[in-house]
């Protein structure tokens, strides 16, 4: 009996420290939704009839609801998953948040080329409907992705996923917090919170045209990892701290929302 209980209790450390070291990804369900929710209010009449045309026939044919398919994929198609698993994040921390392409993204796989290789895609109407329905879930994904500043950090912590803290008396790492943890540490169900956004001020973009300005989005991600507040000095984390931050996160699901529309705009309003 001492062999099989020996060889559980080591299944159950093996998995633990899986869970603990798996890469976490942007905003998590509620923050994906919640970005995609603002950009529909933003969307032109004809961008919201092309998206619609595209949708029809998915399980939830709403922006929301394609908003972490991209995510999911890790799941579902473990191929293409793994393919576009760079798309999700840029790392140009190390670079004074200043982005270049052939440096920072070779190959175009980082989130930056990729919100602009899949928005021109969707964009074009010579593509086929498959082609562009998986287009524009890549982009309502990667456009909240790219507002997630840890997917625009450090790639020597691995966009915080190394970074390892206790937040609420649970272990969890910088990464997953951001993503997540601070909004659901509010309570607020989705629908609150979304309320809570429509009520911010926009943040002004100025003109998006095709290629979508996504680098300027990653760098000014960046910077807010950059600041000299951004990573706690304690593994155990103050709710100082959630105080703090919780606002800026607020105002970059925001501007998420609203550079989504804008992209989609210009993808979708042409046809």
């Known amino acids: 009996m001492v062999r099989p209980l020996l060889l559980a ?14 890469p976490a990804w942007a905003w998590g369900p509620m923050g994906h939704r919640l970005v995609a929710q603002l950009a529909w209010d933003d969307l032109t009449p004809a961008a919201r009839r092309q998206a619609e045309a595209l949708l029809k026939g998915e399980p939830d044919p709403t922006l929301a609801g394609i908003a972490s398919w991209a995510d999911d994929l890790r799941d579902s198609d473990p191929v293409l998953g793994k393919k576009t698993a760079r798309w999700h994040f840029v790392n140009i921390g190390e670079h004074d948040c200043a982005y270049e392409q052939v440096r920072d993204c070779p190959g ?3 989130v930056v080329e990729a919100i602009r290789t899949q928005a021109a895609i969707l964009a074009d109407p010579g593509r086929t409907r498959t082609e562009r329905l998986q287009a524009l879930k890549f982009v ?12 625009a950090g450090y790639g020597r912590d691995k966009g915080g996923n ?14 997953t917090l951001w993503d ?16 809570r956004l429509r009520a911010l001020p926009r943040p002004k973009l100025g003109a998006v045209m095709l290629p979508p300005p996504s680098a300027d989005w ?9 600041r000299p507040d951004f990573y706690p000095r304690r593994t155990k984390l103050a709710q100082s701290y959630v ?25 979708l309003d042409t046809h």
């Open 162 to 175: 190394d970074v390892q803290i206790n937040f609420n008396e649970r272990g969890t790492n910088l990464h």
């Open 180 to 195: 997540s943890r601070m909004l659901l540490s509010t309570g607020r169900s989705e629908a609150d919170y979304l309320r």
């Open 140 to 151: 309502v994904h990667f456009v909240g992705d790219v507002h997630q500043p840890l997917h």
């Open 9 to 22: 209790a080591t299944l159950v450390v093996f998995l633990a420290g899986v869970l603990v070291s798996a």
């Open 218 to 226: 990653a760098e000014r991600s960046c910077r807010v990892v950059t």
């Open 243 to 267: 105080d703090q931050h919780l606002p800026i996160v607020e105002r970059q699901l925001r501007a998420g929302g609203v550079a989504l529309a804008a992209v989609l705009n210009q993808a």
């Open 108 to 110: 175009g796989n980082c």
